[in-house]
């Protein structure tokens, strides 16, 4: 069993994957570790039909298969001490001390609430995208797709490779908008291409800008939802309905060590220096932690952040390619806004925490996460706040506190593994 | 080429799914429900990722282990309070 090392990175996804390998290039000792049961993150998550993509594959050998990195799957970290972290897997819990640590923790989808979004059937795109990939069944199934952004296209075609029927996908943002991004697009080549691959596999699905879910039926889970758009409001025959408003950063592990954040929109992500470095020493961060910016700023910031935390030099192109991509965020950021009325679906009986069934109602009052959370046990659940705690900062209910150990739920036997005394120490991140 | 399968028991039903799934993905193949809300409403997975918790359930009798995590494997017992 590990116990120390040099380096510890937090994510096999893209950004991880090329922090690992990076750092392990130069003589030091990684260990990669991931909650997920296969290495490759969300993007290039393992298709149980399908596998992974060439590009994922070389990726996760070049880390995972180095000799100086130690892979551990389908592990979490649940609290931090000073160069220590606490870790749980599926077995055990277990400390792992560190010399410096990269963040590639991620994003998570942003999933806002309107009425009937609880139903079984009701998903995330990603998150539609994710279970497909596990195999969730889908064949002959008709789905509808909605929200903003590129992964919209991305969820589709995963859905319809699966066997799905997709009968439609609804973006909020305006025509001329959309119009605009894609207009943009000959100067990222990468992302021109492939956006073409996805229209081309799609081009028999209805594509709608300036269209919202406004709400969701069904008894025991979804059969249909409501559409709002240019042609006025229609009902939708389905039988799963993928809603995904873009992307988070996840930083609570960030927030735990203390690194500063920024805001990013009505969100924060992890604020970096040029070489990846977060405000608190040893601490880099790298990808969509550090702002969404998709998988070629996170390949190259996680390659960045790698050598920066085995001491080694890094090369002026990192940082320019590194600049380029992240232009490519600023771009998506911009011409995928969310329009106001995304944020005005739910109404005061629609669900906000779905681990307390809270409704906005109870929570509208408030205009503190902290105040809220301690008057109506909003955000108090098994995932922490994470889903009510991005949707309430994106209604305009103000951004979550702060967060406290254990980042997951966690085993007593974990936290009773031995040097935990220090860990409830959290050095003032209380919200 | 056959497909290698996993058998396991869900809600006490001994059930046969593919390998490689994932244990959320085998309680959906056999249309077992997954858990209740505190209020009593049928849920299931949102995200797909391990971040909303809905999907969780009892794996060999460990409460709260995420079913979109966890790969099935051969006689898991999985029990959602469905």
Same mark, same amino acid.
């Given at each position: 069993m590990v116990d120390a090392c040099d380096i510890v990175?937090?994510?096999?996804?893209?950004?991880?994957?090329?922090?690992?390998e990076a750092a392990a290039s130069h003589g030091k000792r990684v260990v990669l570790i991931d909650s997920q049961p296969r290495a490759g993150g969300q993007v290039w998550?393992?298709?149980?039909?399908?596998?992974?993509?060439?590009?994922?594959?070389?990726a996760i050998r070049a880390a995972?298969?180095?000799?100086?990195?130690?892979?551990?799957?389908?592990?979490?970290?649940?609290?931090?001490?000073?160069?220590?972290?606490?870790?749980?897997?599926?077995?055990?819990?277990?400390h792992l001390a560190y010399g410096a640590l990269v963040l590639a923790t991620g994003a998570?989808?942003?999933?806002?609430p309107f009425p009937g979004w609880t139903l079984p059937g009701v998903t995330g795109a990603g998150g539609l995208q994710a279970l497909a990939k596990q195999g969730w069944p889908l064949r002959g199934k008709r789905v509808l797709i909605a929200g903003s952004g590129p992964l919209l296209f991305a969820a589709a075609a995963t859905a319809q490779r699966h066997g799905a029927h997709?009968?439609?996908i609804h973006e909020q943002a305006g025509a001329s908008a959309v119009h605009r991004f894609a207009a943009g697009l000959w100067r990222w080549p990468g992302k021109l291409a492939q956006a073409a691959r996805l229209r081309l596999e799609l081009a028999r699905v209805p594509y709608r800008t300036g269209s919202i879910v406004t709400t969701a039926e069904g008894d025991h889970g979804v059969s249909g939802a409501h559409v709002r758009g240019g042609q006025g409001d229609e009902r939708i025959e389905c039988d799963l309905l993928a809603v995904g408003y873009g992307l988070l950063p996840q930083v609570e592990l960030a927030q735990l060590l203390g690194c500063a $954040?920024?805001?990013?929109?009505?969100?924060?992500?992890?604020?970096?220096?040029?070489?990846?470095?977060?405000?608190?020493?040893?601490?880099?961060?790298?990808?969509?932690?550090c702002g969404i910016g998709g998988i070629d700023c996170a390949r190259v910031e996680g390659h960045i952040a790698g050598l920066a935390a085995a001491g080694a030099a890094v090369p002026r192109a990192l940082v320019q390619r590194r600049d380029r991509a992240r232009a490519f965020a600023a771009s998506l950021r911009q011409h995928f806004a969310l329009r106001d009325d995304v944020r005005g679906l739910a109404n005061d009986d629609t669900t906000i925490c779905r681990c307390e069934d809270v409704s906005l109602g109870a929570v509208r009052t408030h205009t503190d996460a902290r105040e809220a959370k301690l008057a109506t046990r909003c955000g108090m659940g098994a995932c922490q706040g994470r889903i009510c705690g991005g949707a309430l900062a994106?209604?305009?209910?103000?951004?979550?506190?702060?967060?406290?150990?254990?980042?997951?739920?966690?085993? $007593?036997?974990?936290?009773g593994e031995p040097v935990l005394s220090s860990v409830s120490d959290t050095r003032g991140y209380t919200p | 080429m056959k497909m290698s399968t996993v058998r396991l028991t869900i809600n006490g039903l001994r059930v046969h799914v593919p390998a490689g799934i994932s244990v959320a993905t085998a309680i959906a193949l056999v249309g077992q429900p997954f858990r209740h809300s505190v209020t009593g409403e049928p849920r299931a997975p949102l995200c797909g990722m391990g971040v909303c918790f809905e999907c969780r359930v009892r794996i060999d009798g460990v409460a709260q282990q995420r079913a979109c995590q966890r790969v099935v494997n051969p006689g898991m017992r999985v029990e959602t309070d469905g």
């Open positions: 990175v937090v994510g096999a996804g893209p950004a991880g994957l090329a922090a690992a998550r393992h298709d149980a039909l399908h596998g992974q993509p060439r590009v994922a594959m070389d995972a298969g180095n000799a100086n990195v130690t892979y551990l799957e389908g592990t979490q970290v649940v609290a931090v001490e000073p160069e220590r972290l606490l870790l749980q897997d599926a077995r055990r819990g277990f998570r989808e942003l999933l806002l997709v009968v439609g $954040l920024e805001p990013e929109g009505a969100h924060a992500r992890v604020q970096v220096g040029p070489w990846q470095a977060t405000s608190q020493p040893r601490v880099f961060a790298a990808g969509e932690a994106e209604l305009g209910h103000g951004p979550r506190g702060g967060m406290r150990p254990p980042l997951f739920p966690t085993r $007593l036997a974990t936290l | -």
